[in-house]
């Protein structure tokens, strides 16, 4: 039985017909900041008419970014997913300042008493003891080396890293290891740490991919506000290929009839900046992210909102979203094969995943501690 919410209305009024909030926070994707779902009360924007909160104007400071400390004592995540490549990763962060509408990343919040709306974008949690305790679990007796994935949840290169720095610390650590990594961002700010990851790559322990979502400059300030534009995307998969880094190319997540069309020239434009792998995911809207992202959709689309909806629901078997393993990912029905032949037809003909890079875990090793007895052989 679902749990009903007591409604607190913030703002200037209590016209339900504006419930769903203000078009839109300057730099930010969300367009309201429902309370999550473990909440007792649930808070919704509404207006009157009356000068509404600064932070929403198109002329005021915009929605304020916030950094919080995250005092875990773990920072190695696992799962035993059968449809993911990987059994452990690690988030340096919390929340996502790049503010995409879609991440599906977004219900995480609701755990923090946050909601998947603004507060996703704008209440960050870093974690300034990851180095530390990367370091602590690798060296425990019984820690076995595997591919460790880096942001799998949230982009590790957001702007908060130019400051906190929490993942160049973690790949100092993994390469003093010589552990292998695997990099998922759409940050440009990746090529920072090249100096760390071109040595990597020599050992064959790294492999970054670029998630380039559009080559609309205009689509992807909207859907995307704080990430890096697809040029500087692609400028960075050029810089790390040059650099001897193996890179890939997500085209993720494909949006029906929004900037699926765009698939095959995603995957040119990567090709020749030198990307030598690529993958795609189709859109997901587990719990929260379905009102964000029809919200966000009626506002830019209103036009081809149902329509974009209705493909959506045909691939996921008439509902917003399918968690079941093996179709999350793709989708199942006639849309979601006609985009997976495409994807495989533009793969081949651009020569990308012919070979695929198996990072190696056999160069693992625990260099010493200060305070160690050096061995005698």
């Not at 974008?121 to 460790?148: D, F, S, W």
């Not at 990099?183 to 760390?196: E, F």
Request: aromatic share 6%.
């Amino acid at each position: 039985m679902e749990q009903k919410k007591n409604i607190t209305y913030g703002g200037h009024g209590f016209d339900m017909s504006a419930a769903a909030g203000p078009a839109q926070a300057r730099g930010r994707g969300a367009r309201s900041n429902r309370s999550g779902r473990f909440e007792a009360e649930e808070r919704v924007w509404i207006d009157d008419g009356w000068t509404p909160p600064e932070e929403w104007l198109e002329d005021g400071a915009g929605v304020r970014t916030t950094e919080t400390a995250d005092a875990t004592r773990t920072i190695i995540a696992r799962n035993s997913s059968p449809d993911i490549s990987f059994d452990r990763s690690i988030n340096p962060y919390r929340g996502c300042e790049h503010g995409c509408i879609y991440c599906f990343a977004r219900p995480t919040h609701a755990y923090l008493g946050l909601s998947p709306g603004i507060d996703f974008e704008t209440k960050l949690l870093y974690k300034p003891e990851a180095a530390r305790l990367l370091e602590k679990e690798l060296r425990a007796p019984g820690y076995q080396c595997r591919v460790i994935a880096i942001g799998t949840n949230t982009d590790p290169y957001q702007p908060i890293e130019r400051r906190r720095q929490v993942t160049r610390q973690i790949l100092e650590v993994l390469a003093r290891f010589e552990h292998p990594v695997g990099i998922v961002t759409k940050s440009a700010l990746v090529t920072r740490d090249l100096d760390i990851l071109a040595p990597m790559a020599e050992k064959g322990l790294v492999k970054v991919a670029l998630s380039v979502t559009t080559l609309d400059r205009r689509l992807a300030r909207s859907m995307e506000p704080r990430a890096s534009t697809p040029e500087n995307r692609l400028a960075a998969i050029r810089e790390l290929s040059r650099a001897g880094v193996r890179t890939a190319v997500m085209a993720a997540p494909m949006i029906p009839s929004l900037n699926e069309p765009e698939m095959e020239a995603i995957l040119e434009r990567a090709a020749e900046a030198g990307a030598r792998e690529a993958g795609y995911i189709l859109l997901r809207l587990p719990l929260e992210i379905a009102d964000l992202f029809r919200e966000w959709l009626e506002s830019e689309t209103p036009n081809r909102a149902g329509r974009i909806m209705k493909l959506i629901r045909d691939m996921r078997g008439g509902r917003d979203y399918d968690a079941a393993w093996g179709r999350r990912m793709s989708g199942a029905g006639p849309y979601a094969e006609m985009m997976a032949r495409r994807f495989r037809i533009a793969a081949r003909r651009l020569g990308l995943n012919e070979a695929k890079l198996r990072l190696d875990t056999s160069r693992f090793q625990r260099p010493p501690a200060p305070g160690d007895q050096l061995s005698l052989l």
